[in-house]
Each structure stands twice: as C-alpha cells, then as structure tokens.
C-alpha cells in the first residue's frame, strides 16, 4: 500500500541551527515526492519536489532534499533555521491516479 | 497568475442552512481538488476534478456537493452540515502531471454551529 510516514511529530530546534526532517514513503512504481510547508491557519507551499534526475533537490527558502530509493527516504534539510521556518511540514508522494498522499506531517518550533 | 483563490476565508454556519465554497485559478491547470483538513492533521482528498469531470469522490457525504462550471473554477456546496464537519477546506489545482505537484489556496476556515 502507499504510504508516508514523518516519524517526528515535533521538533524544536533553535534559531540558527541545522534541520533535518525525516520523510520515509512506501509506493510500488517511481515515486513523485514533495515537501509541503503549511503556517497556522494557511494553506500549503510547495518547497521542492523530485520525480528523476539529481537525488538531491534544492528548494525555495534555502531547504534541500536528498532522495535515497534504497532507504525508501526523502528527509528535508536545512543549514540554518531562521524564526520564520516555524510550521507544519508535510512530506507526500504523487500517485499515478491523481492523488497526494501526505504524511502526517512534522510541527517544526524554533527557538531565538 | 500563480495563485488559487478561495473564498470566502472564514465561514460560520449553522446545520440548516446552505451555503457554498468557491476556488478559482487562472493558471490553466486541467485538474481540480478538495481537501479537508482538521487541526493538527494532514490534509484528507475529497474529489478530484479532471477537464471538468468528477473523476474521484473519495465516499465524502452527500451534504457535500462539488461542481465544476468551468476550467477554472470549483465550488463546493454546503447542506445540513454538522459540527464535526468544522474545519479547514483546501482547494488545490494542477497541471495533471503528478511531476508538477500541486497550487494550494489558503484555505476557507469552516465553522458549523
């Protein structure tokens, strides 16, 4: 069956410091994978995606990810959190009926 | 344009009354969704329009009823809801290729009294 899973509901890291979110998907065909950001009571941005090519994507706001088919991983990083970063961030994969499925998503807080 | 817009932003009704959800996008994408999203949860699809066509319904409830009058708009109407229908609805569109992923709007913050 497909699936995402974001094994960190929360993670609080401090402002300037390195993030790692972790995203891991199960799908049976080549995956289509993206990162979402979601502020409080907002919709959601797409930060990057990847679907072929370089494993490693870069994205909007300075976030990265590395795609890594033998761990079934598409973990977010970030060199340095700004206090702005603070939000929900849901890990998906694309489906080929026209579906998003999201991961139950990471709530990332940032301390000054 | 890059932009999907929903309206109204906020909704407060109560169980007996009608009222709808409009999405618009000017970008040309050929594909048009529905989501709900409760607090603290990742958002769950309820239909999928493809050229205009109900292509998925997700077994959502017949007091809610989509409808697509043309490429770039989507409505959702409202009937005898009831309080856990409260939530976030989300309206997204995209180009059909899952490689592109999708515009999201910023939502309509529904309240059923």
């Known amino acids: 069956a497909q699936s995402v899973t974001q094994p960190d509901i929360h993670i609080t890291v401090s402002e300037g410091a390195s993030l790692e979110l972790r995203c891991n998907y199960s799908y049976g065909a080549t995956p289509y994978l993206f990162w979402y950001v979601q502020s409080p009571g907002q919709g959601l941005q797409l930060l990057l995606k990847y679907f072929s090519g370089d494993t490693l994507v870069q994205g909007i706001k300075g976030f990265e990810a590395e795609f890594k088919r033998s761990q079934s991983s598409f973990n977010l990083r970030k060199p340095s959190v700004h206090w702005s970063d603070a939000a929900e961030y849901f890990c998906?994969?694309?489906?080929?009926?026209?579906?998003?499925?999201f991961g139950t998503g990471t709530r990332l807080q940032v301390f000054p | 344009d890059t932009e999907v817009t929903q309206t109204p932003k906020h909704l407060v009704m109560g169980m007996t009354n009608k009222k709808s959800l409009k999405c618009e996008q000017h970008m040309g994408h050929r594909a048009m969704y529905w989501y709900k999203q409760k607090a603290k949860k990742p958002p769950e699809l309820m239909f999928v329009?493809?050229?205009?066509?109900?292509?998925i319904n997700e077994s959502v409830p017949s007091r809610f009823s989509p409808e697509c009058p043309n490429s770039s708009l989507l409505n959702l109407h409202l009937h005898a809801l009831q309080p856990e229908d409260s939530a976030l609805y989300l309206c997204a569109s995209s180009q059909g290729d899952r490689s592109y992923g999708y515009t999201f709007g910023s939502g309509t913050r529904l309240t059923v009294v």
């Open positions: 329009y493809s050229y205009e066509k109900l292509s």
């Open positions: 998906a994969v694309g489906t080929n009926t026209d579906k998003l499925i």
